[in-house]
């Protein structure tokens, strides 16, 4: 089965750019997904990627994803206090899944950014 | 639009009790999955409904169980609870039509003593 990490914590000052970094194991995911938490709140969908692009830009975020190493990472750029929360990368809609569906995303254990102002 | 609601909230039962949890899902949505999420296992899918038919099924006991209804809408159970089942529970919609964006609610925070 598929198993995601990510390093547990990140902090960055007011104002510079944040890197969070993910890896996963199985090539088979067709999207790989960045959803955001924050303190008692559920999961926020920040982005995604299509398994077959490198680079997908969304304003102050950026996705890059080198399928060779099974590599993922999420930019924020000009990071704010807003932005503190638990990042959490995550796969989904295996090629063995049918009708398109994305249900089963496996999940990362998540990256706590912390911002400092 | 309205985004995924979940009741209640907050939850508290004893052990060997059972729960039932409810999502509704965004107008048009027509999938709903549901996530377990433990400050030690992570997050965790549970199930995937959609037409009101499971499609998929993680690595949870017979315990867990879930439904669906003509309107989408979708419940799970719990039957005798255990400490561990203490958690977030999670539901997410999506559309299923070549889009592949999941949204979650707020979830269901169950506490079990």
């Known amino acids: 089965g598929e198993d995601v990490e990510q390093s547990l914590f990140l902090s960055v000052r007011e104002g510079d750019s944040s890197v969070i970094n993910c890896t996963y194991t199985?090539?088979?995911?067709?999207?790989l997904y960045w959803y955001k938490q924050e303190p008692g709140a559920g999961l926020q969908l920040l982005t995604y990627?299509?398994?077959?692009?490198d680079m997908k830009q969304d304003q102050r975020l950026t996705v890059l994803l080198n399928k060779k190493d099974k590599h993922l990472s999420l930019r924020i750029a000009d990071t704010q206090t807003g932005d503190s929360a638990i990042y959490f990368c995550?796969?989904?809609?295996?090629?063995?899944?049918?009708?398109?569906?994305?249900?089963?995303?496996?999940f990362g254990k998540g990256t706590k950014l912390s911002v400092k102002p | 639009k309205a985004g995924v609601t979940q009741t209640p909230r907050y939850l508290i039962k004893t052990r060997g009790q059972q729960v039932t949890l409810s999502c509704s899902p965004i107008?048009?949505?027509?999938?709903v999955s549901w996530y377990q999420q433990t400050p030690g296992q992570g997050l965790q899918f549970l199930f995937e409904?959609?037409?009101?038919?499971?499609?998929n099924k993680g690595n949870f006991p017979g315990r867990f169980s879930g439904r669906q209804f003509s309107n989408s809408r979708s419940e799970m159970n719990v039957s005798t609870l255990e400490l561990g089942d203490s958690a977030l529970y999670l539901c997410?919609?999506?559309?299923?039509?070549?889009?592949?964006?999941?949204?979650f609610g707020p979830g269901t925070r169950l506490t079990v003593t």
């Open positions: 990627i299509f398994s077959n692009m």
């Open positions: 997410a919609s999506s559309i299923v039509d070549g889009s592949y964006e999941q949204y």
């Open positions: 107008s048009g949505h027509r999938s």
């Open positions: 995550a796969g989904g809609g295996s090629h063995m899944n049918y009708g398109g569906s994305q249900g089963n995303l496996i």
């Open positions: 199985d090539s088979s995911s067709t999207y």
């Open positions: 409904y959609f037409s009101e038919t499971q499609r």
